[in-house]
């Protein structure tokens, strides 16, 4: 008898630590535009794709079980439309890239930042214990590339892009969110024909896996906190 209760305790000791082990594994959703995708890359190339097996690869234990991403969504179709399939996730971790089509769409700064906080206070609420579990990632400065200029309409894109990625980091920073910035290390592309895809626009998986290598550690951390 005595053996037998020792066998259920153990039993019972190694459920509960696989359970509390699977309790721990990050269920990741990646909300975005384009560069979230990782349009001009074959999808197993975007960086959200890569961070997955990265984590993995440090023994994090990472699902990415969602991203709602598309070409050409701005931040209401964010609002619109990915962030129903967030709701529907059991998600403990995001990424959120967007803002570049605002700015091509002449959304304004204001009406840029409005939208931006209502997506954040909305993931915080719904991550509830895990509302810092949030990392942002800049818009990169697609002027660089042959075909950017043709979204200008005769606008800066530079200082248009910088201008949001200045509310960004400005909203990172109010939260205490992490905040990985491309926009510098994007600009390289200028000079680098290989990292530029067919398209003319965007990234090709090279660059992608630039933008990965510098939001790795930053995970990292926030996930091991």
Same mark, same amino acid.
């Given at each position: /008898?005595?053996?037998?209760? #020792?066998? %259920?305790?153990?039993?019972? +000791? ?6 509390? /082990? ?10 975005? !535009? #384009? ?15 890569? =961070?997955?097996?990265? =984590?993995?690869?440090?023994? +994090? ?12 969504? *701005? *931040?209401?179709?964010?609002? !619109? ?7 529907? #996730? ?23 930042? *409005?939208? =931006?906080?209502? +997506? ?7 991550? &509830?214990?895990?509302?810092?579990? %949030? ?9 660089? *590339? ?5 979204? #200008? ?14 509310? +960004? &980091? ?18 390289? /592309?200028?000079? /680098?024909? =290989? ?31």
């Amino acid at each position: /008898m005595i053996k037998l209760l #020792s066998t %259920i305790g153990i039993a019972v +000791i190694c459920f509960a630590f696989t359970t509390g /082990m699977k309790d721990k594994s990050v269920k990741y959703v990646a909300l975005g !535009d #384009s560069y979230t995708i990782g349009t001009g890359a074959n999808p197993n190339e975007a960086w959200p794709n890569l =961070l997955t097996k990265h =984590l993995n690869d440090a023994g +994090i234990k990472t699902e990415l079980i969602a991203n709602p991403a598309r070409n050409g969504f *701005t *931040t209401q179709n964010l609002i !619109d439309i990915e962030l129903p399939e967030f709701d529907k #996730s059991d998600a403990n971790f995001v990424t959120i890239q967007i803002g570049v089509n605002d700015w091509v769409r002449e959304v304004t700064a204001t009406n840029f930042e *409005t939208n =931006l906080v209502f +997506i954040l206070d909305h993931v915080q609420k719904k991550l &509830k214990d895990n509302k810092k579990r %949030i990392v942002l990632v800049t818009i990169p400065d697609f002027g660089v *590339t042959p075909q950017g200029s043709k979204y #200008s309409k005769g606008r800066d894109i530079s200082a248009g892009i910088t201008e949001f990625n200045d509310i +960004i &980091k400005a909203q990172a920073q109010k939260r205490e969110l992490s905040c990985v910035d491309v926009f510098k290390i994007s600009q390289n /592309m200028k000079d /680098m024909p =290989l990292y530029i895809a067919a398209d003319g626009l965007h990234p090709t998986a090279r660059e992608y896996a630039v933008w990965e290598n510098l939001i790795l550690p930053v995970a990292k951390s926030v996930l091991e906190k």
